[in-house]
């Protein structure tokens, strides 16, 4: 599988899309004044001490107080504040991690009061973003993730990602780390650190240990409300968790932020620095060329197509979000398939994109999927296992519910940040802006389409295509134009008219006697 990042900078931030085999999976946008993003790490004041919630709101700088509950505190949290108040009141003074002594972990089932008080000072790590009307979600057991390696300070454990089954290789990985981390710091060794040498996992330690000790300086003079430690931006994060062989190619289209990923690049992995290319063509842009640009805008729109004729409808409510699968035209459908058959090669294709659309999007929280129905048990199973399959590309936690006999499936998935949306409705051209129609950059695949529908299926022999003239120009323009190769391609000359009546997004096909013709 091959991967590709590109990088296009604007304005306002950084757009971010990771192609799979030309296909976009996934879509960030990283925001230049983004505040509170999961992992950063803040001085924060207790506000409010909650008996009932067993839960604290921190002031930490939004508008709104972050929650904070018992169970995020972290068995060490006393540890922790006793670290803040030692280095907020001594200064240089102050030991560090290494060198505390720690104190008993707390109570598993106890009372935030007996952690807590009012006014209190606390260093909080972000796990969850603002979404909607709630404020940050806060944790006290800090982390901070390296390419191969988590640190956890306040810690002794060393545990192994389960996805390394190997019981040689947890051994060893567990054996080499106890010998290189000091002590009081804690790591969690990731699934890409399989078969690493001790240099490569001594690197990524050091780094995270010198992060911290950056965090520790500034904690020093740190005001409340500060940041203490920054979580590195959208890009980066991608590189560090994604980034192995199957990496072709990170496009950029801005000079700094093309230093910025080599430089990146350069400290993680630097047999990977070649793949690092600048985009600096002023006439074509970066999504555009690499036809991103038209994935995003037929991805995110309400409703979605499959390859076969299908579609997805998703619709997003204040308590879940709900996909319908769809059968679509039954034409398209092979004369010797039976119903069950083709439920069965419809929701197949669709387990494909519903779980693509779940990382495109970021959707989080519960997904419903109404699959088209199945009579037999064993097709529904067959579902079942392709979706959680196709899942275990998916990095965010997630618990896949097999099919009920109604053919609805059940999706659980964590949300750590809002929901990426992308309008793909655009003023209507025609109307002047009373009305809103799908997006234009897709109207020329559609008349494609239904033009391929109408010669192969309907065995028309003569046709003739009336359209805005912008894509009258678009078909005919150029020595080898579409039209052009619309003839090599059917063995008949194709006439398209301009017609300035007409819509950008409206088009009609006539036969050889000028009847309309009902397009697919």
């Not at 108040?85 to 720690?102: C, D, F, H, I």
């Not at 197509?305 to 204040?318: C, K």
């Not at 020595?479 to 063995?491: T, V």
Request: charged share 30%; with cysteine.
């Amino acid at each position: 599988m091959n991967n590709e990042l590109a990088i296009s900078s604007t304005p306002k931030g950084d757009r971010i899309a990771l192609v799979q085999d030309k296909r976009l999976v996934e879509f960030h946008f990283d925001q230049h004044d983004e505040k509170f993003t999961v992992g950063d790490i803040y001085l924060g004041t207790v506000r409010k001490v909650s008996q009932g919630l067993n839960a604290a709101f921190v002031d930490v700088g939004y508008e709104k107080d972050a929650f904070l509950h018992y169970h995020d505190l972290g068995p060490q949290v006393r540890s922790l504040l006793k670290y803040v108040k030692t280095t907020q009141s001594q200064k240089g003074n102050a030991p560090r991690v290494e060198q505390m002594s720690l104190e008993s972990d707390i109570d598993k089932l106890g009372k935030i009061t007996q952690v807590l008080n009012r006014n209190q000072q606390i260093l909080v790590q972000v796990i969850k973003e603002p979404i909607s009307t709630k404020g940050p979600r806060l944790s006290c057991e800090i982390s901070l993730a390296g390419r191969y390696l988590v640190l956890v300070p306040f810690s002794n454990t060393i545990s192994v990602s389960k996805k390394v089954t190997s019981k040689e290789e947890r051994q060893r990985l567990q054996r080499l780390i106890s010998s290189i981390k000091p002590a009081n710091f804690g790591v969690i060794i990731r699934t890409v650190a399989e078969g690493k040498e001790v240099a490569e996992l001594d690197r990524d330690l050091r780094n995270l240990l010198k992060k911290w000790e950056d965090g520790f300086q500034k904690l020093q003079k740190a005001k409340p409300r500060d940041k203490v430690i920054g979580e590195m931006g959208r890009a980066s994060s991608l590189l560090r968790d994604l980034l192995n062989e199957s990496f072709d190619n990170i496009t950029v289209d801005s000079r700094e932020i093309y230093e910025e990923v080599k430089e990146y690049i350069r400290t993680i992995a630097p047999d990977k620095e070649k793949i690092v290319r600048l985009h600096n063509s002023s006439r074509n842009k970066l999504f555009e060329v690499n036809g991103i640009e038209k994935q995003i805008r037929t991805l995110f729109g309400k409703t979605v197509s499959l390859p076969s004729g299908g579609y997805l409808v998703i619709e997003h409510t204040e308590a879940l979000h709900v996909i319908d699968v769809n059968s679509g035209n039954s034409g398209n459908r092979p004369h010797s398939e039976d119903q069950e058959s083709t439920a069965l090669r419809v929701n197949s294709e669709a387990v494909k994109e519903v779980a693509r659309q779940l990382r495109l999007r970021d959707i989080g929280g519960i997904i419903v999927i109404d699959f088209i129905d199945q009579k037999k048990t064993e097709n529904r199973r067959k579902i079942y296992d392709e979706m959680r399959q196709e899942m275990k590309e998916d990095r965010s936690r997630h618990t896949v519910l097999p099919l009920s006999k109604f053919g609805i499936m059940q999706i659980t998935r964590q949300r750590v940040r809002p929901e990426m949306n992308v309008v793909t409705r655009e003023t209507c051209p025609t109307c002047g802006g009373s009305g809103t129609i799908s997006a234009s950059i897709a109207v020329a695949d559609q008349i494609e389409n239904n033009l391929d529908f109408i010669l192969n299926k309907q065995n028309e022999k003569k046709v003739t295509i009336s359209v805005h003239p912008f894509l009258h120009s678009y078909f005919t323009k150029g020595f080898i134009s579409k039209r052009l190769h619309w003839m090599f391609h059917y063995g008949t000359w194709i006439n398209v008219q301009p017609d300035s009546s007409l819509g950008i997004t409206d088009y009609k096909f006539f036969n050889r006697n000028g009847e309309a013709i009902e397009a697919n």
